[in-house]
C-alpha cells in the first residue's frame, strides 16, 4: 500500500496481520510473565471496554437492520474505541490516575489481537459493519491479482488497462 494505492494485497495484508500477531504474542507472553503482579479485574475491563463501547452497539444495530446499513455513528464508535490514538490516550489517563501496571497490556492485547487474528481494522463507511466483500472491491481485487506482477498490465485507478511504462500497446 502506498499514498496513491490504498489497498493491500493478499500477502502485504497476511504481512501486516504477522506483525500484530507478533505484538499480540508479547503483550501475552509479558501479561503471563508478570502473572502474580497483574490486577485482573482492571485487565479485563480495559480488555473489555473497547468492545462493549465501540463494537457491541453497532454489531447490535448492524442485526436489526436485518444486516443492512447501520448509521455513521457506530462506525466512528468503533474507530475511535480501536484507535491506537485513543488506547495510547486511555493508557495514559489510566497511568497518570492510577500509575503504571502490567494489566494495561490488556489494551494492547485487544488490539493486536483484533488485527492480527481477526484482521480487523479500521471501518470505512462505504462497507458493511460486520464483515462482508464489497462486489467493487471483489472485482477490483480480482483484476489485480489477473495483472499479475511487476511488468505485467495493470488496471489504473480510472478501471482502465494502463500499460508498464516503456511498454508497446
Known sequence: MDAANRFE????????????????????????????????????????????????PGALAHR?????????????????????????????????????????LAVPLHLCGDRGLLGNFLKPFSVPFEPAPHPAFASFEAAVDAAGGPGADAVSGDGRTARPAGSRA
Open 9 to 56: 494485497s493478499r500477502t502485504t495484508y497476511r504481512l501486516l496481520r504477522g506483525e500484530y500477531l507478533a505484538g499480540l504474542v508479547i503483550s501475552a507472553w509479558l501479561l503471563v510473565a508478570h502473572w502474580d503482579q497483574v490486577r485482573w479485574p482492571v485487565a479485563v475491563g480495559l480488555f473489555l471496554y473497547i468492545d462493549l463501547i465501540g463494537y457491541v
Open 64 to 104: 436489526r437492520a436485518g444486516r443492512g446499513r447501520v448509521p455513521r455513528v457506530y462506525y466512528v464508535l468503533y474507530n475511535t474505541m480501536h484507535s491506537w490514538l485513543t488506547a495510547g490516550a486511555v493508557v495514559g489517563l489510566w497511568a497518570w490516575w492510577s500509575g503504571w501496571e502490567w494489566a494495561l
